[in-house]
T-cell receptor, first 117, second 119 residues
Framework: AQKITQTQPGMFVQEKEAVTLDCTYDTSDQSYGLFWYKQPSSGEMIFLIYQGSYDEQNATEGRYSLNFQKARKSANLVISASQLGDSAMYFCAMRSAHSGGYQKVTFGTGTKLQVIP | GAVVSQHPSRVICKSGTSVKIECRSLDFQATTMFWYRQFPKKSLMLMATSNEGSKATYEQGVEKDKFLINHASLTLSTLTVTSAHPEDSSFYIC???????????????FGPGTRLTVL
């Protein structure tokens, strides 16, 4: 069974500072994908960044980077130069094979990030 | 990027009535659609996965007869909450994906969600 763990229910960061949101995962699959999504108060899920299990380099997307440590099964999200608009819930997710022949996405419990001016 | 729409965005209904939520992929064909449920300040819980033209696969603990899913076309999936009760009140989010195989990064897109309140 797949499991995603986010141990930080809430985080504060000063505007313009960097922040790291933790995510660990557990799976027996060899091939899987890791995602981070942002969910503002409006409720929509916004894709931020993706890391494939076979990708050798850490993924980066603008101010977002994913610190992928495969041996430790961790996929932490780093947000550089935090902005007030970054205040939201952040979910780590993993997509892996499902017995039905399709991909299944499992979400962590989320981290609420608040950026302080 | 690809767009997924949901309708309605918000619905309030009386206990015992049925509510239908539509999920549409607007600019791509979604062979697979996922339905999630999210309680306040909680994570997304996968309810079921539907593939176009076949029966939905429900996650353990999800009542098939209560949450009817129909994936009638490559751009439309519907979730019907039958005989809704207050405990069904939640935020329902659909996700659409083009293709089944591989673990490619892009390709799964979320709708804006539907907030259901059952009185």
């Amino acid at each position: 069974a797949q499991k995603i763990t986010q141990t930080q229910p809430g985080m504060f960061v000063q505007e313009k500072e960097a922040v790291t949101l933790d995510c660990t995962y557990d799976t027996s699959d060899q091939s899987y994908g890791l995602f981070w999504y942002k969910q503002p108060s409006s409720g929509e899920m916004i894709f931020l960044i993706y890391q494939g299990s076979y990708d050798e380099q850490n993924a980066t997307e603008g101010r977002y980077s994913l610190n992928f440590q495969k041996a430790r099964k961790s996929a932490n999200l780093v947000i550089s130069a935090s902005q007030l608009g970054d205040s939201a819930m952040y979910f780590c997710a993993m997509r892996s094979a499902h017995s039905g022949g399709y991909q299944k996405v499992t979400f962590g419990t989320g981290t609420k990030l608040q950026v302080i001016p | 990027g690809a767009v997924v729409s949901q309708h309605p965005s918000r619905v309030i209904c009386k206990s015992g009535t049925s509510v239908k939520i539509e999920c549409r992929s607007l600019d791509f064909q979604a062979t697979t659609m996922f339905w999630y449920r999210q309680f306040p300040k909680k994570s997304l819980m996968l309810m079921a996965t539907s593939n176009e033209g076949s029966k939905a696969t429900y996650e353990q603990g999800v009542e098939k007869d209560k949450f009817l899913i129909n994936h009638a076309s490559l751009t439309l999936s519907t979730l019907t909450v039958t005989s809704a009760h207050p405990e069904d009140s939640s935020f329902y989010i659909c996700s659409a994906r083009a293709g089944r195989g591989g673990t490619s990064g892009r390709g799964q897109f979320f709708g804006p969600g539907t907030r259901l309140t059952v009185l």
